[in-house]
């Protein structure tokens, strides 16, 4: 198993700034991917955190509006760049040990509020 | 493209009770599914997982899905419930050989006494 820990765990901010959030796995895990999860909605993947190269993103992430760093195995940063009230979310990390169909772990996430 | 359609958004069941959380997928390959719980104000935990084999699935906390093919479903199943069971339950799939998740939109299974 891998337990996960993000902080910050809640943040308030102001528009047009930026936060980075941290991800640290207590074990070496194979992948790492962060989520959002928009009030009252599903988590979406934002992108897969790769050791030592830039991430893969998905449809509708970019890399200058959420950069991600990772680099070793163990940890990973998400920022939130130039906020705006819709970026309003939890951010999750999460990751795991295996390969496919391994169980994903996640963090308790990142609650963050743009004002 | 993989998809995963939860059809309840939330089920109200008095304690003791059976439930059943449905869901289904589309892909035009393998999958593996999940079904994660989120209890309020904590992270996600896998409750259980389909990955090939028998497509009776138990999990924890006396959870079982079922995995039908033919009807693209894995719904998530459980003979009595319990106050403490009150969560949003998430259904995901990924494609056979990946760790990418897609999630449902959740279901709040609300346990009433």
């Not at chain 2, 996600?44 to 497509?55: A, D, I, M, P, R």
């Amino acid at each position: 198993s891998a337990v996960i820990s993000q902080k910050p765990s809640r943040d308030i901010c102001q528009r047009g700034t930026s936060l980075t959030i941290q991800c640290q796995v207590d074990s070496q895990v194979t992948m790492m991917f962060w989520y959002r999860q928009q009030p009252g909605q599903s988590l979406t993947l934002i992108a897969t955190a790769n050791q030592g190269s830039e991430a893969t993103y998905e449809s509708g992430f970019v890399i200058d509006k959420f950069p991600i760093s990772r680099p070793n195995l163990t940890f990973s940063t998400l920022t939130v760049s130039n906020m705006s009230p819709e970026d309003s979310s939890i951010y999750l990390c999460s990751a795991t040990t295996g390969v496919g169909g391994g169980e994903l772990f996640f963090g308790e996430g990142s609650r963050l509020t743009v004002l | 493209a993989q998809s995963v359609t939860q059809l309840d958004s939330q089920v109200p069941v008095f304690e003791e009770a059976p439930v059943e959380l449905r869901c289904n997928y589309s892909s035009s390959v393998s999958v593996y599914l999940f079904w994660y719980v989120q209890y309020p104000n904590q992270g996600l935990q896998l409750l259980l997982k389909y990955l090939s084999g028998s497509t009776l699935v138990k999990g924890i906390n006396g959870f079982e899905a079922e995995f039908n093919k033919s009807q693209t479903s894995f719904h998530l199943r459980k003979p009595s419930v319990h106050i403490s069971d009150t969560a949003e339950y998430f259904c995901a799939v990924s494609e056979g050989g990946t760790n990418k998740l897609i999630f449902g939109t959740g279901t709040l299974l609300a346990v009433q006494p």
